[in-house]
């Protein structure tokens, strides 16, 4: 590698509108608009300096800025869209692009599961197959194997939610604080995943906008290390198998985002060690454990009892998902969901979170999607130019 191939662009601008479990008067479009609004405020940035649009709906996004011309790139996801939006700025295509995703509208049966939880698969559905049964077979197979036990899981879970209840921009601010014993105690969903080993369900919004290096005049800057993606297939069209391999040398389905987080390390230039904190994608409480191990913060089948000692704690050595993730800060739309865990760790870099501050942090990991998917995607940050 010649030269860093992130390191002509910046992340300058984050943004999350407020969160709640309905929002009305919004739809998708509506808080993704305010969302970008926040990003560009907070970048110090005017619309008309856009040329860059990444998102659900960038053409939507484009006629309610009132922009153009712009390029545009589709994205339903997080990572790979500010990874999109960071190789537009590295090509030279644009100076400033916007990443900006929301969800609301989405979920009016609430007497049912969300849905995105039922997908209409021939050989999925016919056999009560659902997102939380699918990411428990992963689960179970795991526990199975190593040991794991629903405590360990439930730990997570209650780690995860106390984040959220400390966080007065969560959805589910001063729900708690949660015991071990409460998330054991609410209703069984998909075993071993109790109602609180899993994720919730709520609306919102969430922006991104990345420059040109050259444009950066202050340190309030971040900077992407590294960034990769995963994937064994298409989400949620069949039963998701933790020994799936498409050929035999490479690792299994269930250690998805193994290559990603080494390849996003090795850009980077850094090893698990130095990272700070770790924003991960939190579904359901057994895809941190998954992820601890398949990143290589310890080894495998040691994901458990690394969570039993305090690791992931605020004030441990690696606190995880510090405002609460999807079980207690936000769980919108696909994309927006994900994003939240870039805007969180650039909050983490400058030292501006609003709870569960790490001190000091210079280098941050976030994720998106597990097990269950089919898919992971990494990205690491830092504080400092690479």
Same mark, same amino acid.
């Given at each position: ?41 907070? @970048? ?63 979920? !009016? ?15 999925? %559905? ?32 209650? !780690? ?18 949660? !015991? ?80 990603? @987080? ?12 130095? %990272? ?36 992931? @704690? ?31 760790? %650039? ?6 979170? @609003? ?32």
């Amino acid at each position: 590698m010649k030269g860093h191939p992130y390191r002509d662009v910046a992340v300058v601008g984050v943004h999350n509108t407020p969160q709640a479990r309905h929002l009305p008067g919004h739809d998708a479009t509506s808080i993704a608009v305010e969302a970008a609004l926040g990003a560009l405020a907070d @970048a110090g940035v005017d619309r008309r300096e856009i040329d860059g649009v990444v998102g659900e709906s960038p053409e939507d996004i484009l006629v309610e800025l009132g922009l153009g011309p712009c390029t545009r790139r589709p994205s339903g996801l997080g990572i790979p869209a500010v990874l999109d939006a960071a190789a537009l700025v590295t090509t030279g295509a644009c100076e400033v692009v916007l990443v900006a995703a929301g969800g609301a509208g989405l979920y !009016t049966e609430r007497s049912s599961t969300a849905p995105w939880t039922r997908p209409a698969k021939e050989f999925v %559905v016919g056999y009560g197959m659902f997102t939380a049964a699918e990411f428990a077979l992963m689960a179970r197979r795991h526990m199975a194997c190593y040991g794991t036990t629903e405590e360990q899981l439930a730990l997570v879970a209650a !780690t995860i939610r106390n984040n959220g209840h400390d966080n007065p921009e969560a959805v589910y601010f001063g729900r708690g604080p949660f !015991t071990v014993r409460d998330v054991l105690e609410s209703r069984m969903v998909a075993d071993p995943f109790h109602l609180l080993d899993c994720s919730t369900t709520s609306e919102g919004g969430c922006a991104i906008v990345l420059v040109a290096a050259d444009r950066v005049d202050d340190d309030r800057a971040c900077w992407i290390l590294g960034g990769a993606s995963d994937s064994y297939g298409p989400s949620y069209a069949f039963a998701p198998v933790w020994d799936f391999r498409p050929r035999p040398d490479v690792e299994p389905a269930g250690r998805v985002g193994a290559r990603a @987080a080494r390849n996003a390390l090795r850009t980077a230039g850094l090893d698990v060690s130095d %990272v700070d904190v770790a924003e991960l994608y939190d579904p359901f409480s057994f895809e941190i454990i998954r992820q601890l191990e398949t990143f290589g913060f310890c080894e495998e089948g040691e994901g458990g009892p690394f969570v039993e000692e305090g690791n992931i @704690a605020p004030g441990g050595r690696l606190p995880v998902t510090t405002d609460g993730g999807t079980m207690s800060f936000s769980h919108p739309g696909i994309a927006a969901q994900q994003l939240q865990r870039v805007v969180r760790a %650039v909050e983490q870099l400058r030292g501006t979170a @609003a709870t569960h501050q790490v001190p000091g942090a210079e280098v941050a990991m976030c994720s998106n999607g597990g097990s269950g998917a089919l898919f992971c995607d990494v990205m690491v940050l830092g504080s400092q130019r690479p």
